[in-house]
């Protein structure tokens, strides 16, 4: 089975588009390409949209003022702050039309960044991570880098940047985390050259304290926008909420101006609402992944053909160059995420979520029975 990998994995978990265009309707398909939750939507959550089914004959409060202000008080946010979107993705598009011309992209990195962008005709500068170094972000090599594109002058209109960058913490697909005063440094040198700071944090709440690492709550640079999903995390694709926090007043005005008066369903909304209530459901989440993704790594250290990134969200991502891994498993109804579309990575990468312990093991068998054929 040979297939275009670049145009058939945009973006994982779509399997009914997989099935479609590889006539795979009667096999039974495991996805490991989609970072979902895998405790699935909270029982809250699903006791909520069941005792409110008459909302869907409502239009939503297009205020958003409950759901603003339980989302500052748990975040610890000025609601002023605070700009709400039909998942990340809708907030990222609505940005781009209000940034600087010049776009700095640290990659390889979410796809809908360079999408969004060339969209707005915007002139992406792509920053490269290297493999070397584990795509691990050296920041004065960076500032070198931006540097040599941006000059130090000072505009005289306080509210005019020259340009934007874009980091994923911690990055999808390659996992890797910076620390919080690393994120600071970076804030501080970007805004001393008029400089945005777009900060998708859409994974860090996968990670244990992830208080002592997110910048949400820090107003204390007025050039950072920080970017945050609760589609992933809280297992809700299908209702899709994002939120974001935007310092600049300017900014955020002309944010609001161009978003779409229901852009949130009543459901997001009254999820989004009950967020405080879910403290159970977030360490049983902690709890789950730190367990099963330790044997789902521990599995995979055994294969020398094998070069495992210490990844710190929700997914393990891997460099497997001895064969064509996604085919391999496709053959066995598993899904991986090739990531040869990721500006940076080729055709040897893959990212591979943390699934329910019964599907964990069915991946691991399958790709034992893989190993196994390929060195016979």
């Not at 860090?204 to 304290?209: L, S």
């Not at 809280?234 to 300017?250: E, S, V």
Request: charged share 25%; with cysteine.
């Amino acid at each position: 089975m040979e297939i275009n990998e670049m145009n058939q994995h945009k973006h994982g978990g779509n399997l009914k588009k997989l099935q479609r265009e590889l006539d795979l309707k009667e096999i039974e398909l495991t996805d490991f390409s989609a970072n979902i939750n895998p405790l699935g939507l909270p029982e809250l959550f699903k006791q909520l949209i069941i005792e409110h089914l008459d909302e869907v004959e409502r239009y939503p409060d297009y205020t958003y003022a409950d759901l603003k202000q339980s989302l500052s008080s748990f975040y610890r946010l000025d609601d002023d702050t605070i700009v709400l979107g039909n998942g990340a993705e809708e907030i990222i598009r609505i940005l781009m039309q209000i940034l600087p011309e010049d776009i700095v992209i640290i990659e390889p990195t979410f796809s809908e960044y360079r999408t969004a962008a060339l969209s707005q005709d915007k002139n992406i500068i792509s920053y490269v991570l290297d493999e070397v170094e584990e795509f691990i972000l050296n920041e004065h090599s960076f500032y070198d880098y931006i540097s040599s594109h941006f000059d130090m002058k000072q505009n005289k209109v306080q509210d005019d940047y020259q340009g934007a960058v874009f980091l994923c913490n911690p990055n999808n697909p390659t996992g890797q985390l910076i620390s919080q005063p690393k994120i600071e440094s970076i804030a501080s040198y970007l805004k001393e050259r008029r400089i945005l700071l777009i900060l998708d944090e859409s994974f860090i709440e996968f990670i244990e304290n992830s208080n002592s690492v997110t910048m949400v709550g820090n107003d204390k640079y007025s050039n950072l926008i920080i970017i945050r999903s609760l589609t992933k995390f809280y297992a809700m694709p299908g209702l899709r909420l994002g939120y974001g926090q935007i310092c600049d007043r300017n900014l955020r005005d002309r944010f609001m101006k161009l978003q779409g008066v229901w852009n949130v369903n009543n459901y997001a909304m009254l999820c989004g609402e009950a967020i405080s209530h879910l403290d159970n459901y977030r360490e049983e989440t902690l709890k789950y992944y730190q367990k099963n993704k330790n044997i789902m790594l521990d599995a995979l250290k055994q294969y020398e053909n094998f070069k495992i990134y210490a990844s710190y969200a929700n997914f393990i991502f891997i460099k497997c160059s001895c064969l064509n891994l996604y085919e391999a498993l496709l053959a066995k109804g598993i899904i991986i995420r090739p990531c040869s579309n990721f500006i940076g990575l080729g055709p040897t990468y893959y990212r591979i979520a943390v699934r329910t312990t019964q599907e964990n093991q069915k991946l691991l068998a399958s790709l034992e029975e893989v190993m196994m054929n390929y060195e016979e």
